[in-house]
Structures are given as structure tokens and as C-alpha cells.
């Protein structure tokens, strides 16, 4: 119990720091970045992906959103492994990396993308309704206006990747 504290402490200090931001897309985008980065605490990857740098990769992302993860890479790790953080403009681009992250600008590139990646050990992280029935298993949704996210296990599964029951307790859990 004393654990889900600490977690949920960490996730309202995400909130309430992106908050004070003026711009509303650079709070949006520093949001999704932090909550990227807790990701890399809370999902366990295969060996092979635990060597080498971190690898997000962003489909066409935004210059705020490849910001904001860069100043994330600079200061945080994922275990003893540094962020590297690629802007990748097409799905063709997409090689082997921990997380993808798809906006919004680009959810019709959601079954493309999933097809690219199913013998990778990827996790795709969406911002689209519905998104997790095309196969990516983490979506971030507002609900009661606040910043929340879906997570289907089954997707993460499928790409051996092992959700851990702490974040999954945080989630909003769909199938």
C-alpha cells in the first residue's frame, strides 16, 4: 500500500508541475512525456532490450513533444540504460526500439505501424480513441478532464512485455 503511494504521489507531482505551465500543448506534451517516462519504470522488456540505450521512438512528433522528452532523456534513465529519443517521420523509419509513441496527427498510422512491429518487443503507446483494439497497449484519454490512460495487457503480451500489477491499478483497463 505504502508503494501505490509513492506511485500515485509521483503521478499527481506530474500533474500539478505540467499545470503550472503556460501553454496548454506544452503542458499536454509534458504530461505525456512524464507519463512516458513511468512507463519505462513499470513494464518489464525482454533481455535483449534491456542492453544498449532506451529507445523511444515519436511518429512525427511534435518539436514540443521531442522536447519535452529530451529534457526527460538529459536527467532520467530507464534502469542503468540512457533515453535515446528519435523524431521518426514515417513508419517505414520505425526500427527496433522500447516504446513508440503515435499522436494523434498520425492514428491512421496505428495498423501499419503494429503490423511493422509484431516480432519486436515494442510497446505502443497511442493517443486515439479506440487505439487499443488496433493493437497498441497503452492510449492516453481525458476523462473528468484530467490526463489518464487505457492499458490492454493482451497487447503487451502479445509483444512480451510484462505490465506490472502497479501500474495496471492506475489504469483504465480495456480489452
Not at 507519463?35 to 518489464?44: D, M, T
Not at 525482454?46 to 540505450?53: D, T
Not at 503507446?125 to 492499458?151: P, S, Y
Request: with cysteine; glycine share 4%.
Amino acid at each position: 500500500m505504502r508503494f501505490m503511494k509513492k506511485v500515485l504521489a509521483i503521478f499527481c507531482f506530474i500533474a500539478i508541475t505540467a499545470a503550472q505551465t503556460t501553454q496548454p500543448e506544452v503542458a499536454m506534451d509534458h504530461i505525456k512525456a512524464c507519463y512516458i517516462y513511468n512507463f519505462s519504470r513499470y513494464i518489464e522488456w525482454p533481455l535483449s532490450y534491456r542492453q544498449g540505450n532506451f529507445v523511444i521512438d515519436v511518429l512525427d512528433g511534435t518539436p514540443i513533444m521531442i522536447s519535452e522528452l529530451s529534457k526527460m532523456a538529459a536527467t532520467q534513465t530507464a534502469g542503468s540504460q540512457k533515453f535515446e529519443i528519435n523524431n521518426v517521420l514515417s513508419v517505414e523509419k520505425i526500427g527496433k526500439c522500447n516504446i513508440l509513441y503515435i499522436p494523434t496527427n498520425k492514428s491512421t498510422a496505428i495498423k501499419k505501424a503494429v503490423l511493422k512491429l509484431k516480432n519486436f518487443s515494442t510497446l505502443i503507446i497511442t493517443d486515439d480513441d479506440g487505439a487499443t483494439k488496433l493493437g497498441a497497449a497503452i492510449n492516453f484519454v481525458v476523462k473528468d478532464n484530467r490526463q489518464k490512460f487505457e492499458l490492454n495487457r493482451n497487447n503487451a503480451q502479445k509483444n512480451k512485455l510484462i505490465v506490472s500489477s502497479n501500474l495496471a491499478t492506475l489504469a483504465i483497463l480495456v480489452e
